[in-house]
T-cell receptor, first 110, second 114 residues
Framework: DTEVTQTPKHLVMGMTNKKSLKCEQH?????MYWYKQKAKKPPELMFV???????INESVPSRFSPECPNSSLLNLHLHALQPEDSALYLC?????????FGQGTRLTVV | AQSVTQLGSHVSVSEGALVLLRCNYS??????LFWYVQYPNQGLQLLLK??????LVKGINGFEAEFKKSETSFHLTKPSAHMSDAAEYFC????????????FGAGTQVVVTP
């Protein structure tokens, strides 16, 4: 199993809503990542978790809150987002010399 | 700091023609370099990677890339384009302490014409 599974695939939320994105992998990888990708742009790193601990936060606003409950699961909690936060959110995990990406969650903030 | 630059945001090729996508890197240490492909509304799929072994790297779907230290380049090629190669292609460099901490180039959109 070389899959990284992200749910939901699409999400529309209002600026006062609270929602969560979920990412799951069963490859035994100990590093997991959140990326944000705006339209026609490359992915940009948001957070890195290593052995379930947050190791890198790329100066992401606090309205994005990551969580790693266990080695297979990564969540991204969203609260009070702005329309400019609309993007494709990609999760990835890595081991050895390769990173595996999920299909992403297309987020629209209205 | 490590970075990559992709030359050409759009490339149009005829079906059956050579595909050449250019990537140059900047790194003070031996880099780990990757090419990813992204189809519309999809995640990223690894095409191939260079991790300081063989300089000519073969990947999936008939793609290959050559690491040239003297030119600081890692260009991606495919001898014969197929319609299914139409996608966005990203060159990326990773941190040596975290394989998934990737710095991507701006991307090249490939269009394949019949």
């Amino acid at each position: 199993d070389t899959e990284v599974t992200q749910t939901p695939k699409h999400l529309v939320m209002g600026m006062t809503n609270k929602k969560s994105l979920k990412c799951e992998q069963h490859m035994g990888h100990r590093a997991m990542y959140w990326y944000k990708q705006k339209a026609k742009k490359p992915p940009e790193l948001m957070f890195v978790y290593s052995y379930e601990k947050l190791s890198i936060n790329e100066s992401v606003p606090s309205r994005f809150s990551p969580e790693c409950p266990n080695s297979s699961l990564l969540n991204l909690h969203l609260h009070a987002l702005q329309p400019e936060d609309s993007a494709l959110y990609l999760c990835a995990s890595s081991q050895d010399s390769e990173a595996f990406f999920g299909q992403g969650t297309r987020l629209t903030v209205v | 700091a490590q970075s990559v630059t992709q030359l050409g945001s759009h490339v149009s090729v005829s079906e059956g023609a050579l595909v050449l996508l250019r990537c140059n890197y900047s790194s003070s240490v031996p880099p780990y370099l990757f090419w990813y492909v992204q189809y519309p509304n999809q995640g990223l799929q690894l095409l191939l990677k260079y991790t300081s072994a063989a300089t000519l790297v073969k990947g999936i779907n008939g793609f290959e890339a050559e690491f040239k230290k003297s030119e600081t380049s890692f260009h991606l090629t495919k001898p014969s384009a197929h319609m299914s190669d139409a996608a966005e292609y990203f060159c990326a460099v990773s941190s040596t302490d975290s394989w998934g901490k990737l710095q991507f180039g701006a991307g090249t959109q490939v269009v394949v014409t019949p």
